[in-house]
């Protein structure tokens, strides 16, 4: 966005980056429920988490709060900018300063740092006497949807990004990885609240990708609340214990309906109460 605010002025700048996230949102979050919420509704139903309906008045809760969350997102990354004029971030221009594997690290330990950040901060969030002031807007989205992805209050969006400077001040970090990054952000985060599980049955005893959260696993954060408080990665759930103790059963009871001669079986599943 830096190049926004160089050549349109803060103001100028501010408002084309709030319109650029709301657009980007928009199109990764209007996508993904354009497909599985319309088009292609029938074909994925058997692959829904929760079955029960999602209210109109719900995802227009959503989309309020992911807009208004862009104004202040942009903020935030008024502040790296000004932070970067003034030499305090470790952003470089010349890749070939750290050469092209640190692009892939330097990713992956963005993905790591974020992650380890989040879990503990949506612990604490998750305290009963911050739940209701900073978390709680997001978690009225019980049953989500992909418009939830940005859905937080202003203090929770102050919580959510205030690890991204922090992150560039001490790790070297390449514009065109912060780029692909901010995709990767959203996307998984659309992912996470997508409602329904795309990921096959063999996903979760994979050695590899069983690190990775899948929608299965936010969505029975918001529909449980005491748990699978990851974001990309399950090793912190894992190594802490605060993982659904039904979580790999009802990932697995999801995957394994194949056909819509199997959607009463899964009209059946009942996902745990507790």
Excluded at 28 to 33: E, F
Excluded at 35 to 59: A, D, G, P, T
Excluded at 93 to 107: C, T, V
């Amino acid at each position: 966005m830096a190049i926004l605010f160089e050549n349109f002025g803060l103001a100028g700048g501010y408002f084309l980056g709030v319109l650029s996230i709301i657009l980007r949102y928009a199109l990764i979050a209007g996508l993904a429920y354009f497909i599985f919420y319309h088009w292609k509704k029938s074909s994925f139903r058997r692959l829904k988490i929760q079955q029960r309906e999602v209210s109109k008045k719900m995802i227009q809760n959503e989309i309020f709060h992911s807009i208004y969350a862009a104004f202040i997102i942009v903020f935030m990354v008024i502040g790296i900018y000004f932070m970067h004029l003034r030499g305090w971030t470790n952003i470089y221009s010349d890749i070939h300063e750290y050469g092209i594997a640190w692009l892939f690290i330097s990713f992956f330990l963005m993905t790591f740092i974020h992650d380890t950040y989040f879990y503990w901060t949506h612990r604490l969030m998750h305290h009963p006497k911050l739940f209701t002031l900073v978390h709680g807007v997001h978690h009225q989205s019980n049953n989500p949807t992909p418009w939830a992805a940005l859905s937080f209050h202003p203090l929770e969006t102050i919580v959510e990004f205030i690890i991204f400077p922090i992150m560039l001040i001490f790790l070297p970090v390449h514009p065109i990885v912060v780029f692909i990054y901010s995709f990767w952000l959203l996307g998984f985060n659309v992912l996470g609240h997508l409602g329904y599980e795309i990921y096959p049955k063999w996903f979760i005893n994979h050695p590899i990708l069983r690190w990775l959260n899948s929608s299965t696993h936010h969505n029975m954060h918001h529909r449980y609340s005491n748990c699978n408080y990851g974001f990309y990665y399950n090793f912190w759930d894992k190594w802490m214990g605060t993982n659904h103790k039904k979580y790999y059963s009802t990932f697995e009871k999801i995957t394994n309906v194949k056909s819509k001669n199997n959607e009463t079986a899964h009209h059946s599943l009942n996902l745990p109460s507790k």
